[in-house]
Structures are given as C-alpha cells and as structure tokens.
C-alpha cells in the first residue's frame, strides 16, 4: 500500500462509517427530520438547492476575496507609513490596538446600521478589519 493511500484511507473509511452509522441511526429509530435530518435528506437538500448553493459561495468568496486584497493592501501601507515614520506609528497604535480589541460580533450590528444589511458592504468591511491588524503589525522598537 502507497503512503498516500495509507494517509487517506483511515479518515475516508472513519467519515463513510459515520456517514453510514447516522443514516442507520436516524432510519432504525425514526427520528423526526426537524431533530436529526438523515444524511441522504441532507444530500437531496443539497442537490435541489444547488443554483443557490453555488450563487451563495460565489457571493461568500467575492466578499471575502476583496476583504481580503483591502486588508492587505492597507495593513501593508499602514505598516510601511508606521515604519517611516516613527511618530504615526507612535499616535496610531493605542488606536488600532483600542479598534482590535473591539469583538467583531459588536461591530455588525453598528456595519448593519451604517448600510444595508443586504449590502455587500458591511461583510466585506468585516474582512477587510480582520485582515489588516496581522498586516498592519510592525515589530516594537525599529
């Protein structure tokens, strides 16, 4: 047996049991689908609602994807400014630590009420904070 297939086949053989053991459990005792769904309802569900699936994670990923790139953009430009010049990142730090320290499930609400909660905006501000605190990062003292 290959060292790849040693690697994956106990997982894959562990999830199929799984899988296995809950459709059985789910049949045998009888329980009702709005407790415990059986995994082939799940995949039924899935299988019909796979236009709006496909539109959703489309959606999810452009969020996240320009989250992303905003994030890094302005963590690496807030970086470069903050190491130029020492007294910006002197006067922004206790700022952006103060902002950090704010927990995210506090600021959708506030995103929520700036903008529409059908707007793209709001996620995509949610990610584009996370990401730039860890880019934004210089090491204390250069």
Avoid at 38 to 64: E, F, L, M, Y
Avoid at 118 to 129: C, K, N, Q
Wanted: glycine share 8%; with cysteine; aromatic share 6%.
């Amino acid at each position: 047996m290959s060292g790849r297939l040693r690697a994956v086949l106990p997982p894959v053989v562990v999830g199929v049991g799984l899988l296995v053991g809950w459709q059985l459990f789910v049949q045998v005792r009888h329980i009702k689908p709005y407790l415990l769904p059986a995994p082939s309802a799940i995949w039924h569900q899935i299988a019909v609602n796979r236009g709006g699936i496909v539109h959703a994670a489309r959606v999810t990923g452009a969020n996240a994807l320009v989250g992303l790139l905003a994030g890094t953009a302005l963590g690496v430009a807030a970086a470069a400014l903050a190491s130029r010049f020492r007294i910006l990142g002197e006067l922004t730090t206790p700022v952006a630590v103060a902002v950090n320290a704010i927990p995210i499930i506090a600021l959708v609400p506030i995103f929520n009420n700036m903008f529409s909660t059908t707007s793209a905006i709001p996620r995509r501000l949610m990610v584009t904070i996370i990401v730039f605190f860890p880019c934004s990062s210089t090491p204390c003292g250069d």
